[in-house]
């Protein structure tokens, strides 16, 4: 397959990089400011993909057959352009070439207010700045690329093989248990970077369409994911703190507490490519 990952000097673009470039896909990946892993087998675009007449001269010039669009940015005054308008530009080169589109979005467009696991078809009802963003980044792709795939997915992990921003706060935590408390009332289904890669590649092999729910079988709190990540990479699981999240303060920024995707649809398409922490980990 010939491949274009964006963002792939992101932590879940380089992985799925170094996987489809293990099975023998042809791939090409984009940085924009992050230098690209000089041992990922891709051929390296910089680009930014802000800039719609950049991404249209980028997909006509190497005329991909999927792309897998992962860039983004949750936060800072860029974060409109390098999410949404960098997914709409995205999602108009590939409609008008032709080429398969698989956008990368997460659990932030549901509000977390309920505890019930959530399927494709639940409403969007984002609470944060970045779960805005990602809601109308879905929006932009599905109304410009009718035939694309919208994978919603939650918290990426790689344990000691894969370390990604996860295992950082929990080195981090390990060396001194003060700087974090994690929380026992945020409650995400985490999904391991190697299994969600090969999960993105099989709907990118397969051309669906439409939205899909791809994370963890199993919803857990950020402190039962530490403790997990805490044991993988060899420390003491009993010293990381846990509590419940403060109370935002007014006006301030909200995160939500309860995001159970139900993957269910996904795991009865494509098989059980999704394990829990434990399974993942080897705990
Ligand atoms: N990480 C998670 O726990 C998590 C959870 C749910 C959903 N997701 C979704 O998964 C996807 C990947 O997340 P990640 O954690 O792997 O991200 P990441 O490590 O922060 O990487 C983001 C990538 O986007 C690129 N980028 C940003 N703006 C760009 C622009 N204008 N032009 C070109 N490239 C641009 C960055 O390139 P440069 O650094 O070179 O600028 C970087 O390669 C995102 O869509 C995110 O919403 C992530």
């Not at 949404?84 to 207010?113: C, K, P, Q, Y």
């Not at 990604?164 to 408390?181: F, I, K, M, N, Y």
């Not at 391991?192 to 199993?218: E, K, N």
């Amino acid at each position: 397959m010939r491949l274009l990952v964006t963002g792939g000097s992101g932590y879940l673009g380089s992985e799925l990089v170094a996987h489809a470039a293990s099975r023998g896909d042809e791939v090409f990946a984009t940085h924009r400011v992050t230098p690209p892993d000089p041992d990922l087998d891709a051929r390296w675009v910089c680009a930014d993909l802000s800039d719609a007449g950049v991404v249209d001269r980028m997909v006509a010039a190497l005329r991909p057959e999927v792309v897998v669009h992962t860039a983004y940015r949750a936060t800072g005054p860029r974060a409109h352009l390098d999410t949404v308008e960098a997914a709409r530009n995205v999602a108009r080169s590939t409609a008008n070439s032709g080429a398969a589109l698989v956008h990368i979005s997460s659990d932030v467009v549901f509000s977390g207010r309920e505890t019930e696991p959530l399927a494709e078809n639940h409403p969007l009802d984002p609470v944060s700045g970045y779960g805005r963003l990602k809601a109308e980044a879905e929006r932009a792709v599905l109304d410009t690329h009718r035939g694309s795939a919208v994978v919603r997915t939650s918290v990426i992990y790689g344990g000691p093989d894969h370390r990604g921003p996860q295992e950082r706060l929990v080195t981090a935590a390990l060396a001194d248990p003060s700087v974090v408390s994690f929380h026992t009332d945020e409650v995400r289904c985490p999904v391991y970077v190697a299994d969600l890669a090969r999960a993105l590649l099989a709907v990118a092999d397969t051309g669906a369409t439409g939205i899909w729910h791809v994370a963890g079988p199993r919803a857990v709190d950020r402190l039962g994911l530490a403790r997990a990540l805490a044991r993988s990479l060899g420390g003491d699981p009993a010293v990381l703190r846990g509590g419940p999240s403060p109370e935002p303060p007014p006006g301030g920024p909200v995160r939500p507490r309860h995001l159970h995707l139900d993957s269910s649809r996904f795991v009865a398409r494509f098989g059980p490519l999704l394990r829990d922490p434990d399974q993942a980990l080897g705990g």
